[in-house]
């Protein structure tokens, strides 16, 4: 079973900047996706950045490009979002998963994170 643990959430001004880390803990298979969603209120959750471990692809929703980097630490089972640039519009609950398959779909994932809250004003 996998567990995950988000940290790093918080309030900044536009223009700032934040790192979200991803800790994980319990059995993970050789070959896997870790990805951050976001959820903002009334709206549905959006993939923003993926990575499949084996061989470091990654991947950016459009909105995010050229600001947010996605980064892991095989040592620490740590997966990582360096945000930077960030805007009012990023303002949402962000959340780690893994699963096996890097897709935006969230039912692709099996494991999540309780999420951590950023707010840009």
């Known amino acids: 079973h996998v567990q995950l643990v988000e940290s790093g959430g918080g309030s900044v001004k536009a223009g700032g900047s934040l790192t979200l880390s991803c800790a994980a803990s319990?059995?993970?298979?050789?070959?896997?996706?870790m990805a951050w969603f976001r959820q903002a209120p009334g709206k549905e959750r959006e993939g923003v950045a993926a990575l499949f471990n084996v061989r470091g692809n990654t991947w950016y929703a459009d909105s995010v490009k050229g600001r947010f980097t996605i980064s892991q630490d095989n040592a620490k089972k740590t997966l990582y979002l360096q945000m930077n640039s960030l805007k009012p519009e990023d303002t949402a609950m962000y959340y780690c998963?893994?699963?096996?398959?890097?897709?935006?779909?969230?039912?692709?994932?099996?494991?999540w994170g309780q999420g951590t809250q950023v707010t840009v004003s």
């Open positions: 319990g059995y993970m298979p050789t070959s896997f996706c």
């Open positions: 998963a893994a699963g096996t398959r890097c897709t935006w779909e969230p039912r692709w994932y099996n494991y």
